[in-house]
Every structure is written in C-alpha cells, then in structure tokens.
C-alpha cells in the first residue's frame, strides 16, 4: 500500500492545502475505483486514516483512496471564505487524475459533514460520480444552520442557495448516482437521516439505507464504510 501526504498548492483557494492519497500495491490504475473520501466538521485529511480502516479495505478491494482538507467550510462556496465546493468537485479531481494517471471509476463517501458534502458533490456532478456513501450526515443543511446560528454558520453563508439543500437537489437532478445511506438509531443526526431516507423512498430514488444501533462515533463510520465498499465493489 502507497501512501502519500501531498502538500499541494490549490489555484481554486490560492493557498496550500493538504491531500492523502492511498493507492494498493498491484492495482490496475486505469480500471482501479477511486474514492474521494471526505471527512467531518471537527476533522482535517488525515482523520478517516487514523480513526478507520480504511486503508485495510481499500486494499481488499483494490480501491484508490483520495482524501481533502476542507476546514469547516460544509463543502461550500463561502460567503466570507474559500470555495471549497469548486475546490472538491473540480479541480481536487483534474488535478489527481493529471498527476497520477488514474482513469478509473469515481465514487464519493463521507461523514457527518463530509456526508453531506458527499451527496451535495454526487448530486451536483452526477455524470462524474457514479456513487455515493453517505454516513450519520447533515441531511437538512437549513435546519442545521438555524439550530448552530454561530458567528461561525454565518460565515460559512448567511443564505443557503438551492445547490446546497439536499431535498432540492434530491428533487430537481434528473440523475441521481447509487447511493448508499447510514446512521446510527443513537445519533443526534438520526431524525434528520430517516426524514431524508423517507423523501429518498417518496421520490423513488434508489438506496440502500442502513439503520442500527449506533451513535456518532467512528466505530459506526467504520463499520459503515465496509458495508459501503462491500455496496459497491463485492463480487
């Protein structure tokens, strides 16, 4: 297993930031899935590394691993900051697949924060990711800025636009990738997941939705992304 920690200098947010990649010995790098693997709010690169296995079951399933920094901008285009959406969605991949040569399949996956951003990213390219992992996420991006109304949520952005409310998106994308949803019946987010899951199932969406005991913990997230590469790359 390779791993790089690049210190790469972003023209989207004109500074630095950090990138991990994870690449298995022996894979195919023209057919390896890649998975731009996105962390939460409290979390920077590195944390999925340190708190999962998930370099362990990118290996099993021979899967490429790109993981951003993304501060505590919820995957957006901020008011009063960086564009980390354009960051993400645009230029992180354009440049990974210009450095290292890969041209396998994308697919998305994230937590809390960075399960939203998951979905936010997948719904907002849909002809590019052709899945979607979703874990204990902010699902109702309006409901959640009203109950942290912080200096800090209002500068992330004073007034969500329609490409950053999942229902609306949910509603309007004509295409949805395959999508694969989780949360713990202990979690603080688990009102807001079964909402969306239900709207998911109104608008006839497919995906797969998984619901056990659990909290907001990354042995939930752990377990979670194993049942998502098993979704998505199992024989």
Same mark, same amino acid.
């Given at each position: ?72 901008? /919820? ?18 991949? /354009? ?85 694969? /949803? ?50 998505? /790359?199992?024989?």
């Amino acid at each position: 297993m390779s791993y790089f920690r690049i210190d790469y200098f972003s023209s989207v947010l004109d500074m630095a930031t950090d990138i991990i990649v994870t690449v298995p010995d022996n894979v195919d790098l023209e057919k390896a899935p890649i998975v731009l693997l996105l962390h939460g709010l409290s979390d920077n690169a590195s944390g999925w590394t340190r708190y999962t296995s998930c370099e362990q079951y990118a290996r099993e399933y021979g899967v490429i691993l790109v993981l951003p920094e993304v501060q505590r901008s /919820f995957y957006m285009n901020m008011d009063y900051g960086l564009n980390y959406l354009d960051y993400v969605i645009d230029e992180l991949p /354009f440049w990974i697949k210009k450095t290292f040569r890969f041209s396998g399949k994308w697919y998305v996956m994230g937590l809390s924060m960075g399960g939203y951003g998951a979905m936010k990213c997948a719904l907002l390219r849909p002809d590019f990711f052709n899945g979607c992992g979703a874990f204990s996420s902010v699902c109702d991006i309006k409901e959640w800025f009203i109950e942290h109304d912080t200096k800090e949520s209002k500068a992330i952005r004073e007034n969500v636009n329609d490409e950053d409310d999942l229902y609306y998106l949910f509603k309007n994308e004509k295409k949805c990738p395959k999508l694969f /949803f989780s949360c713990g019946t202990e979690d603080k987010l688990y009102s807001q997941n079964k909402r969306l899951g239900n709207y998911l199932k109104n608008l006839e969406i497919e995906c797969e939705q998984y619901y056990a005991e659990g909290n907001h913990s990354w042995r939930f997230w752990n377990d979670s992304l194993l049942r998502a590469f098993s979704f998505f /790359f199992g024989k």
